[in-house]
């Protein structure tokens, strides 16, 4: 006889999981299937976030970083830092002793939460029912008033270039080398290959960035593109537009990738290849032929703006459904899921979700770029301020990037911030709350921002949308 739950959770990462603790926290008993596995043969929840995205590469991003600042900034400090070097065993370590702490810390969140965790692989049955297959072949099965998919995503794989996970490698496979490459090859100017090659240029290799689209950035507002593109060539990424791969073959040691481009076919050779063209819905095996349960034609689970499938009582949550691939987005889902299976009030503003890329400087957006709103045919106005003209920033030798603020001319609504610079990351959250908020750019304007701080930026770009900022010269 099956076991019986109110919530089935298939998956573990950061939308599952979460879906499966505030389901317990409603009242309702709940087990949560994950069928993650290291490399190591062990077990983990927390899905590629915790254990090979998220998480281990903000590991190695800050402790790159402090080795470039420690190169190119600490002499202006008056800091002789002579003779620094890289033990790159001991980094990661760090990395892996992060994530099993923060792994280990979902089990006990579920454990104090009444969640019952199953390691294994979840398939949604006809009826509700949900198959488990565990890692040594056996099988079991689940009974659930609700089921929610979370399953999930993988890194996307080109057919002219198949992982071989020792010369052509995944994401996950960048975060684990053991040696710093002479020369490394990433395929993919997006967030993901951005931050592996900031990572591995910074420990000294030589990168080369291939990104098939002539704009760089496209998903980001351009004028933010253009500041990090600069910023990217001064650390000595290379970044070649209009790349298209077409096949790559690994010899002697290391790969050559074909590739065309405006001038015609080109060849590169590198040590390794990192290939970063992002992810793609995790499905496979996931459906029963009849769970009923439908897939778009690009392979992600049909879902309503509630996350409800079309089957009554599933649901799916994260990146196996539409909207960006983001662990907050799918964190949100997964919590909003779990009370309307309560009978709460739940909602998730899609139009307000902020987008960070962790390097140095940090890159962060919230709302519309202004291509889009020139696009769309909204009258609006927009006010930029320079972190060179920042206090704090100066002193934290931060000066680079800016805080761009848009907003609507005929209503004075906040529709976009864009920003890069030192900690833009923790910057957005001020305009993601002002956004949801609904507020003006005058309300920003008359909050009082604490001096000397990075918040004041954001502050003075609020003023220069309508050429009052006192920090910068109005234009």
């Not at 198959?131 to 399953?151: I, N």
């Not at 077409?246 to 001038?263: E, I, K, L, M, P």
């Not at 009258?379 to 761009?404: I, N």
């Amino acid at each position: 006889m099956a076991d019986a739950f109110d919530v089935v959770v298939i998956g573990g990462g950061p939308a599952g999981y979460p879906a499966a603790i505030r389901a317990a926290q409603n009242g309702l008993k709940v087990a949560c299937i994950d069928a993650w596995k290291n490399r190591d043969g062990g077990t983990a929840f927390g899905g590629t976030c915790l254990n090979a995205g998220c998480i281990p590469s903000k590991a190695l991003l800050e402790s790159t970083e402090l080795l470039h600042r420690a190169q190119t900034e600490f002499a202006a400090h008056g800091i002789a830092a002579s003779g620094v070097a890289v033990d790159l065993a001991v980094m990661q370590k760090r990395r892996a002793g992060i994530v099993r702490s923060m792994t280990g810390g979902i089990a006990s969140l579920f454990k104090a939460a009444g969640v019952t965790g199953i390691f294994g692989r979840g398939r949604l049955l006809a009826g509700r029912r949900v198959e488990v297959t565990s890692h040594d072949g056996a099988k079991s099965e689940l009974a659930a008033r609700h089921v929610v998919l979370a399953s999930g995503s993988a890194p996307t794989e080109l057919k002219s270039l198949p992982f071989d996970h020792q010369y052509i490698i995944d994401s996950w496979d960048a975060l684990e080398l053991a040696a710093v490459p002479n020369k490394l090859c990433v395929i993919g100017g997006g967030v993901i290959g951005l931050e592996l090659g900031s990572v591995w240029r910074r420990l000294g290799a030589e990168v080369v960035v291939l990104e098939a689209l002539e704009d760089f950035l496209a998903i980001a507002d351009q004028q933010l593109a253009g500041e990090a593109a600069r910023q990217f060539k001064r650390q000595g990424l290379e970044i070649r537009l209009g790349a298209k791969v077409t096949g790559a073959a690994a010899a002697n040691g290391a790969v050559t990738v074909s590739y065309a481009d405006r001038t015609g076919a080109q060849r590169l050779s590198a040590d390794k290849v990192i290939v970063a063209v992002g992810r793609r819905p995790y499905t496979t095996n996931l459906l029963a032929p009849d769970s009923g349960v439908a897939l778009d034609e690009r392979g992600f689970i049909r879902v309503d703006e509630q996350c409800r499938t079309g089957v009554e009582n599933v649901w799916a949550v994260g990146d196996c459904v539409r909207g960006p691939m983001l662990a907050h987005k799918g964190k949100e889902e997964g919590m909003a899921v779990a009370d309307r299976i309560a009978g709460r009030y739940a909602h998730v503003n899609y139009a307000v979700i902020p987008s960070v890329i962790y390097t140095a400087p940090e890159i962060a957006w919230v709302g519309q770029t202004e291509q889009q709103l020139k696009a769309a045919g909204t009258d609006y106005k927009s006010g930029v301020f320079p972190f060179a003209a920042a206090g704090r920033a100066r002193a934290m030798e931060a000066g680079a990037g800016f805080v761009k603020l848009l907003a609507s001319r005929a209503t004075d609504a906040i529709l976009g911030v864009h920003i890069i610079g030192a900690m833009a990351g923790e910057l957005i959250a001020e305009a993601t709350l002002a956004m949801e908020f609904q507020a003006s750019a005058e309300d920003l304007q008359r909050t009082i921002h604490a001096h000397p701080t990075l918040a004041e930026a954001l502050h003075e770009a609020a003023l220069a949308a309508d050429r009052r900022a006192i920090d910068s010269i109005n234009r």
